[in-house]
Nanobody, 115 residues
Framework: QVQLVESGGGLVQVGGSLRLSCAASGMIFRTYDMSWYRQAPGKQRELVAV???????NYQDSVKGRFTISRDNAKNTVYLQMNSLKPEDTAVYYC?????????WGQGTQVTVSS
């Protein structure tokens, strides 16, 4: 059974930093494209960052230069380093793994940026 477990969320002040982690199990992690999504209250879930199985990176424009996605295939973990956080970054952040027809989601971790 595939499991994605996020951690690292919390309350942070404007300009602060957080590092999210997503630990995967039950899947061949290195074969998956891994992503972070977020969903703010009353809004649709949106893609934040992607790291392909080959290491190609893509970011939503609003987080470029502030967020960094990375992965450690030896630890079956994907990370999202978030710097210079803004109130508009407040959301539940979800980890996603995608391979072929398969896609898996974590349960989400809350990030709240206070001004």
């Amino acid at each position: 059974q595939v499991q994605l477990v996020e951690s690292g969320g919390g309350l942070v002040q404007v300009g602060g930093s957080l590092r999210l982690s997503c630990a995967a199990s039950g899947m061949i992690f290195r074969t998956y494209d891994m992503s972070w999504y977020r969903q703010a209250p009353g809004k649709q879930r949106e893609l934040v960052a992607v790291i392909s199985r080959g290491g190609t990176l893509n970011y939503q424009d609003s987080v470029k230069g502030r967020f960094t996605i990375s992965r450690d295939n030896a630890k079956n973990t994907v990370y999202l380093q978030m710097n210079s956080l803004k109130p508009e970054d407040t959301a539940v952040y979800y980890c996603n793994g995608h391979w072929g027809i398969y896609t898996h989601w974590g349960q989400g971790t809350q990030v709240t940026v206070s001004s």
